[in-house]
């Protein structure tokens, strides 16, 4: 069956300093890959997507940038973070039929 | 720009019905979603309909949708506390696929009173 796991699942980080969530699929093989911000009060927002390793598209300009280094794996990072950096990560992949979203990284940025 | 709009609170009792409403602005959407998120978890989708239907049901759910209006609605029949959450609203050109851009609404949290 096809799982997404996300780590860490809670982080605190200072602003300025280095950021690298990372995501990893499993029961499947090229899928397409996403990154979802929801700030407080607001809806998610697409972050980046990929359709395949070293492929990433980024929606909305940002301090934020991801890799795909492999198949099922999908990377956000930052090299400096900001205050309004903070929210919740969602990873996902979508299916044909069907959507995956990972259980999520609360990050708060102090 | 695309915009998706949504109550944010709604608190019905156990047992009753609970309608969330979602109005949306994009007329070339072509899929419609509702997804339930429960405290500090990800997104689960619930259901999602397709522009040239008018009502989906699956269950307790029932899914309408006015296009002409571009206006969306979720009903749950008898209400339990377990489906208290956060419940979204989402648009998009296409079912996920190479693109994945959905237009989210800013969520509408649901409580259900015993």
């Known amino acids: 069956s096809q799982t997404i796991h996300q780590w860490p699942a809670t982080l605190v980080q200072p602003v300025g300093s280095p950021l690298s969530l990372e995501c990893t699929v499993e029961g499947t093989s090229n899928p397409n890959l996403y990154w979802y911000r929801q700030a407080a009060g607001r809806g998610l927002q697409l972050l980046f997507y990929s359709v395949g390793i070293g492929q990433i598209s980024s929606e909305v300009p940002q301090n934020l940038s991801a890799s795909r280094p492999q198949d099922r794996q999908f990377i956000l990072s930052s090299k400096k973070l900001l205050l309004s950096d903070s929210g919740f990560y969602l990873c996902?992949?979508?299916?044909?039929?069907?959507?995956?979203f990972g259980p999520g990284t609360r990050l708060t940025v102090l | 720009g695309e915009d998706v709009e949504q109550s944010l609170f709604l608190s019905v009792r156990e047992g009753d019905s609970s309608v969330i409403n979602c109005t949306y602005t994009d007329s070339s959407s072509t899929y419609l979603y509702w997804y339930k998120q429960e405290p500090g978890a990800g997104l689960q989708l619930l259901t999602y309909i397709f522009s040239n239907m008018d009502m989906k049901q699956d269950q307790r759910l029932t899914v309408l949708l006015n296009k002409k209006d571009k206006h969306l609605s979720l009903r749950i029949a008898d209400t339990q506390t377990g489906d208290s959450a956060i419940y979204f609203c989402a648009e998009s050109e296409n079912y996920g696929g190479s693109q994945g851009n959905l237009i989210f609404g800013k969520g509408t949290k649901l409580s259900v009173k015993p």
């Open positions: 996902a992949w979508f299916g044909t039929d069907t959507q995956y």
